[in-house]
Antibody, heavy 121, light 113 residues
């Protein structure tokens, strides 16, 4: 059974940093591209970033480009999102999602339960 | 970026009746080399992550009831729930993956009338 478990969320002040993690199990992690998708409270889904199986292709939404960095460790079956210079508008539930492809991008077959990031002073 | 729009924003349908959700992309998501539409549909129930329903515009994900169907091509797509059940109350999102910078529609909320 595919499992994606996010962690690392919390309350952080504007301008500070946070690192999210996603622990994957139940599939061959390095066969698939992975993504972060966020959902602000009461709002819709916003793709944040994606990374191919070997980290050779990476993409970011304009809203986070230059501030967020996606990475993965295939030996640890883990996906990460380093978030710097956080803003109030980054407040959201952050989901880890598994792509159906090894490259970027196809549809997202599996999603984690999400980790909540709140940016507030 | 490809902009996705959905209509209506919300709809209320009687149990057993048909629900239809429309999705439109700002540019075609049909890839001519393989004749595939890079369009997916997701269902999100309160307090849960999104669940994949349909991909390649019309292929139902394994385990998804056959009352859910997807259609359309190019820039115009439709998700149809042929006979609404109580457990179908949710928000439905379309997503394009034609561009590596994927984008989602704003969502359509489906309720029971």
């Amino acid at each position: 059974e595919v499992q994606l478990v996010e962690s690392g969320g919390g309350l952080v002040q504007p301008g500070r940093s946070l690192r999210l993690s996603c622990a994957a199990s139940g599939f061959t992690f390095d066969d698939y591209a992975m993504h972060w998708v966020r959902q602000a409270p009461g709002k819709g889904l916003e793709w944040v970033s994606g990374i191919s199986w070997n980290s050779g292709s990476i993409g970011y939404a304009d809203s986070v480009k230059g501030r967020f960095t996606i990475s993965r460790d295939n030996a640890k079956n883990s996906l990460y999102l380093q978030m710097n210079s956080l803003r109030a508008e980054d407040t959201a539930l952050y989901y880890c999602a598994k792509d159906m492809s090894s490259e970027l991008v196809e549809y997202f077959q599996h999603w984690g339960q999400g980790t909540l990031v709140t940016v507030s002073s | 970026d490809i902009v996705m729009t959905q209509s209506p924003d919300s709809l209320a349908v009687s149990l057993g009746e048909r629900a239809t959700i429309n999705c439109k992309s700002s540019q075609s998501v049909l890839y001519s080399s393989n004749n595939k539409n890079y369009l997916a549909w997701y269902q999100q129930k309160p307090g849960q992550p999104p669940k994949l329903l349909i991909y390649w515009a019309s292929t139902r994900e394994s385990g998804v009831p056959d009352r859910f169907s997807g259609s359309g091509s190019g820039t115009d797509f439709t998700l149809t729930i042929s006979s609404l059940q109580a457990e179908d109350v949710a928000v439905y999102y379309c997503q394009q993956y034609y561009s590596t910078r994927v984008t989602f529609g704003p969502g359509t909320k489906v309720d029971i009338k």
